[in-house]
């Protein structure tokens, strides 16, 4: 059963650098929402920003009967944090960092979730010499450390992402990503994959996937699109539908299980016909590797000759009899 889940900051007002969009909602209106959304069962909560409130949050997810596929851990926008929170040069915002881990992780524990994941999108650099590279990952593997081995029944999931708010991220890629766990040492840590930040990053989402799937670490997936420059958050299949396909492919040959959390951005489009794009794409791909004969497709791409996958993927893909 295709789980399916919604980052909740996007179903309320959001804005760009000129624009504001759509209304602000409450918890309770925005969980509402996002219960009429059609194939929604989850909700990934911004902690502590958007929500906090161990108690308020447990009633609304009761009331609509939903389940938290993640709480995600804002360690940004502090002041502290504006040159980097977990590889701040200052120890004490370090340490203001990881404690926000483990608060993150407290609330999860408290109204259900089972894992973190957290964005570094403070800690990374503009230019030439602005950095000690090999500091910057030693305080990386400190902080994460600490983090992680904090509480290990909520495991932590590390996202990573090319650029935003730095011009470079330190966590960039899937590989960094799992090179970061692999300097850890610790299981109860994973990788949260966004398709949009893999493609616009230069990866292949299916290879990342498949790099993630050898690794002995778990992985937590988000899903858009955009136009392969940019971090748009658009919705899934609009620009990149064969990529988004062969994403979804490898998921679900290794069994993949966990949610699909749309990370997509209502701007100029209404948000409920927006998520609900995301979750029509996504099952209807999903159903049809049911129906075509993925064997063949493999044993396909195992010959070597690409203009006969072609002609599997124009008949059996694109529909094109």
């Keep these: 059963m295709l789980k399916l889940a919604i980052i909740t900051s996007f179903l309320s007002k959001t804005k760009d650098r000129f624009h504001e969009y759509n209304e602000p909602l409450n918890l309770d209106q925005k969980f509402k929402l996002l219960s009429t959304i059609e194939g929604y069962s989850g909700v990934e909560i911004v902690h502590p920003y958007e929500v906090s409130d161990v108690k308020q949050t447990r009633a609304a997810l009761k009331k609509y009967k939903l389940a938290v596929s993640a709480v995600n851990v804002n360690v940004k926008a502090e002041p502290e944090f504006r040159n980097g929170g977990l590889t701040s040069l200052s120890q004490s915002a370090r340490e203001k960092a990881v404690q926000f881990i483990k608060d993150a992780k407290d609330f999860a524990a408290d109204i259900g979730a089972d894992k973190v994941t957290c964005c570094p999108l403070g800690d990374g650099y503009e230019f030439a010499f602005q950095h000690d590279y090999a500091t910057a990952w030693r305080h990386l593997i400190e902080t994460f450390s600490e983090a992680g ?145 993925t064997g063949r497709l493999e044993v396909l791409m195992t010959q070597g000759d690409y203009i006969q996958t072609w002609k599997f993927i124009e008949q059996n893909i694109f529909h094109l009899n």
């Design 149 to 293: 081995d904090y509480r290990r029944d909520i495991p932590l999931y590390v996202e990573y992402k090319p650029s935003e708010t730095r011009g470079r991220c330190f966590v960039d890629t899937a590989a960094k990503a799992l090179c970061l766990l692999n300097d850890i040492k610790i299981d109860a840590m994973g990788v949260t994959l966004d398709f949009g930040h893999s493609m616009y990053g230069n990866e292949n989402p299916a290879e990342a996937v498949s790099l993630l799937e050898a690794s002995p670490f778990k992985y937590y997936i988000h899903i858009n699109d955009n136009d392969g420059k940019w971090d748009w958050d658009y919705f899934c299949g609009t620009k990149h539908y064969l990529d988004y396909v062969e994403f979804l492919f490898y998921l679900k040959k290794y069994g993949y299980n966990d949610y699909f959390t749309s990370d997509t951005s209502p701007t100029r489009w209404d948000i409920k016909g927006t998520f609900e794009a995301n979750s029509r794409m996504t099952s209807k791909i999903w159903r049809m590797f049911d129906t075509i004969d």
